[in-house]
């Protein structure tokens, strides 16, 4: 069955550093989307992409975040100059069309120190 | 605009049926659940479209009414692998993103 793909598994940055988590949605997917769920809590969403460009984004996504389709195939959420509090689960997701379910990538754990 | 769900955790024995309802106060397109496991990512179960459909995917089931915007999934003849956390996600009509708007979840113990 088709996956989604997110590197890495676990990121341990230092606050006020950069990191870029990448994804590999599913090929014939036109969806795209990052989540985050701080331990226990809620899936929160972030960004929604399609089309090469983002479609929609939450009041959080300016101030910290971007996201790339580099080449056609990696989706790239990068965070600068993390804070404690983005200590939390990424979780990259696809789907085929509006009115089709979402595929989960594994997540990324990243952890701010 | 983030949707209810209720109850916040529910502990089964193995057999029981449990309900697990999702509330949302802006009218929608349509409605998901997922499950999601210690660690892991959530699971797609299925999606409700509105018109006020009901799916059933092997004993477990679900059914949406767009007059209330409300869903409610329903477990039946509950297993092991039933335990996790349910989801909700609602899509607003207005949008034409595929965003999700998740509910706090529901946490589910099915024990032996």
């Known amino acids: 069955e088709p996956e989604v793909t997110q590197t890495p598994s676990h990121q341990v940055t230092q606050m006020g550093q950069e990191v870029i988590l990448r994804c590999v949605p599913i090929?014939?997917?036109?969806?795209f989307y990052w989540y985050r769920q701080i331990l226990g809590q809620k899936v929160e969403f972030l960004v929604s992409?399609?089309?090469?460009?983002?479609?929609?984004k939450s009041e959080i996504f300016d101030d910290q975040f971007s996201v790339e389709r580099p080449d056609g195939s990696n989706f790239t959420l990068k965070i600068r100059s993390t804070k404690l509090e983005d200590s939390a689960m990424y979780f990259c997701?696809?789907?085929?069309?509006?009115?089709?379910?979402?595929?989960f990538g594994s997540g990324t754990r990243l952890t701010v120190v | 605009q983030q949707p209810v769900q209720s109850p916040q955790a529910v502990i089964l024995r193995e057999g029981e049926d449990a309900v697990i309802n999702c509330s949302s106060s802006?009218?929608?397109?349509?409605v998901h659940w997922y499950r999601q496991k210690h660690g892991e990512a959530p699971i797609f179960l299925m999606i409700?479209?509105?018109?006020?459909e009901q799916k059933g995917h092997d004993k477990i089931s679900a059914s949406f009414n767009e007059k209330k915007q409300q869903s409610s999934l329903y477990l039946t003849a509950s297993q092991l692998s039933y335990s996790g956390t349910y989801f909700c996600?609602?899509?607003?009509?207005?949008?034409?993103?595929?965003?999700?708007?998740f509910g706090q979840g529901t946490t589910l113990q099915v024990k032996p």
């Open positions: 997701a696809s789907s085929e069309k509006r009115g089709r379910g979402y595929t």
């Open positions: 090929s014939n997917h036109l969806y």
């Open positions: 992409f399609y089309n090469n460009e983002i479609s929609e």
């Open positions: 802006k009218a929608l397109y349509s």
């Open positions: 409700l479209l509105k018109g006020g």
């Open positions: 996600g609602t899509e607003i009509g207005s949008s034409n993103t595929g965003k999700l708007i």
